[in-house]
DNA sequence: CCATGTGAACAAATTCACAGCA
DNA sequence: TGCTGTGAATTTGTTCACATGG
C-alpha cells in the first residue's frame, strides 16, 4: 500500500535498513524482528516498524520479518532491482573518484560515460568509462541510455550544465556543485554539498572551544 | 546570544547563507533583505529570518542585513575564521579525490597528511600530502594538529579505525564508509553516505516509472 | 506469549502573519 | 514605507504504549 510519497527521511532510512538487512542475510539470519535490527546497527526500533509498515504487513507477530522477503521489497521500492545507468558530467579529481566509487555497487548503478570539455580528457577513459566532449551530450545519452547525470562541475557551470542535461534527457541529477540549483520540478535532482558536512564539524569544534573556555 | 544547540538542518542552511553571501559581496552588494537573498538563491525568506535571529538582531528593519558584517558573523559562528587541519585516512579512488578537493577550500580546512595501510604508498604523496603507514598515526596526529579525520576506508574497517583516530587525539570525524558506527559521545561524527543519495533517486525513477505505467 | 502495526502524545521544523522599528 | 524579528498556527517527524494477531 504505497499510499503517499515518502520523505527523503524515511527513503534514506530504508536505504540504510537494506543495508543491515543484506549483512544479516550474509550471515545466514533468516529472520529479524524491529528489535535485534535496532539494537545490532543503533537504529530505533519503532521507527524501524513505523518505517516499513507503511508498505502494508512484512512481519510476522511474535516472530519478526523475514529478512529474504523483506530486503527483495526494499529493493524493489527503491528501484534498486535494476541497473540504472549513470552518466559522469565532469571528469576532474571528484568527477574519476565518484566514477570509480560509484560503479562498484551491486549493479544497481553503473557509470557508463563521462563528459568533460577538456580537450586532453576527450577520447581517453577512467577506468571503462569512455570520455566524450560537450559537443556529444545528447548523443551520449541516447545511445547508452542514461538516467541519473552525475554532476562534478564547476560552481559557475552547474546550472547551465544542469539544463543541458535535462534538455538533453537524462531523468534524475544529483548534483556534488556548490550551489543552489533553479530546478526542473519534472527531474528528480538531489544536491551534495560535500564542504558543509566539513563546516558542520567545524561548527561543533568551535562550539567546543567556547564551552570550555568559558568554563575556566 | 547563541542560546542552546543549533539543529543540523539549521546548520547547513546558514553555510549555505554563507556561500550565497559570499557570492553577493563579489558582485558589490553591501546590504541584502532576506527577500531579495531568498528569491535570488531559491530559499524561504523567512526561514533566513528565522535562522539568523537566533544569534541577536542583525538586520536593520526597512533595510536588510549588512553583507560584510553578516558574512564574517556566520564565519565565526562555523569556525570557518581559522584553519582546521585535516586527517585522510584511506588514500583510495575516494580518498585522494577528497584530499585535493576539500583543500582548495579558502583556507579554513586544509588536509595536512593522509594515512594508508598500503606500503607501495606509503611515502608517496597526494597532491602535496603525504602518506604514512597506520603505525604513525598517533605521531602524525600529534605532529601536524590534525583535529579532523576523514574516513575512505573499507566498511568493515571503519568501526576499528573510528576507534583508533579517537585513540590517537582526533577531535572530530567525517566517516564516508556506507556504516552506522557506534560513536563517542564525545566526538563530533557526522557520517554520508553517498550511495544512499544514489539510491534515493533511484526510488524517484522508480515511483515515477509505477505512477506512468498505472496512468496508461 | 511475543513482536508487529498503529493511534495518540510529543517534539521539531517550517510557515504564516503581523507588531514594531529604522 | 519596508523589512526585520517573533509569537502563534501548521505541518512534519519521532516516540510511546498498547491492542491485535500469529
Redesign the interface.
Known amino acids: 500500500m504505497?499510499t503517499g510519497?515518502?520523505s527523503?527521511l524515511t527513503?534514506?532510512r530504508l536505504?540504510?535498513y537494506l543495508?543491515?538487512l543484506r549483512r544479516l542475510r550474509e550471515e545466514g539470519l533468516s529472520t529479524v524482528s524491529s528489535l535485534t535490527l535496532a539494537d545490532r546497527?543503533?537504529?530505533s526500533a519503532a521507527q524501524i516498524r513505523k518505517d516499513l509498515a507503511q508498505f502494508g504487513e512484512f512481519g510476522i507477530r511474535g516472530v519478526g520479518y523475514d529478512v529474504n522477503k523483506l530486503t527483495d521489497r526494499l529493493s524493489?521500492?527503491?528501484?534498486?532491482d535494476r541497473t540504472?545507468s549513470?552518466l559522469l558530467v565532469g571528469a576532474g579529481?571528484?568527477g574519476?573518484?565518484?566514477a570509480?566509487?560509484?560503479s562498484f555497487?551491486d549493479r544497481?548503478?553503473r557509470v557508463v560515460a563521462a563528459i568533460d570539455s577538456d580537450p586532453k580528457k576527450i577520447g581517453t577513459e577512467i577506468g571503462e568509462v569512455p570520455i566524450h566532449g560537450p559537443a556529444e551530450l545528447q548523443t551520449v545519452v541516447r545511445n547508452t541510455g542514461a538516467?541519473?547525470a552525475v554532476l562534478a562541475v564547476p560552481t559557475d557551470e552547474a546550472q547551465e550544465i544542469y539544463d543541458r542535461v535535462i534538455e538533453a534527457g537524462i531523468?534524475?541529477?544529483?548534483n556534488f556543485a556548490?550551489v543552489?540549483?533553479?530546478?526542473d520540478p519534472d527531474v528528480?535532482t538531489?544536491s551534495?554539498?560535500?564542504?558543509?558536512?566539513?563546516?558542520?564539524?567545524?561548527?561543533?569544534?568551535?562550539?567546543?572551544?567556547?564551552a570550555t573556555d568559558a568554563a575556566t
Do not use: T
Request: net charge positive; with cysteine.
Open positions: 504505497p510519497a515518502i527523503s527513503l534514506n536505504s540504510l543495508r543491515c546497527f543503533h537504529l524493489g521500492l527503491l528501484g534498486l540504472h549513470i579529481n571528484l574519476s573518484a565518484l570509480r566509487f560509484l555497487e544497481s548503478f538516467e541519473i531523468r534524475s541529477v544529483l556548490p543552489r540549483l533553479a530546478r528528480p538531489k551534495v554539498d560535500l564542504r558543509i558536512f566539513l563546516e558542520e564539524l567545524g561548527y561543533q569544534l568551535q562550539a567546543r572551544q567556547v
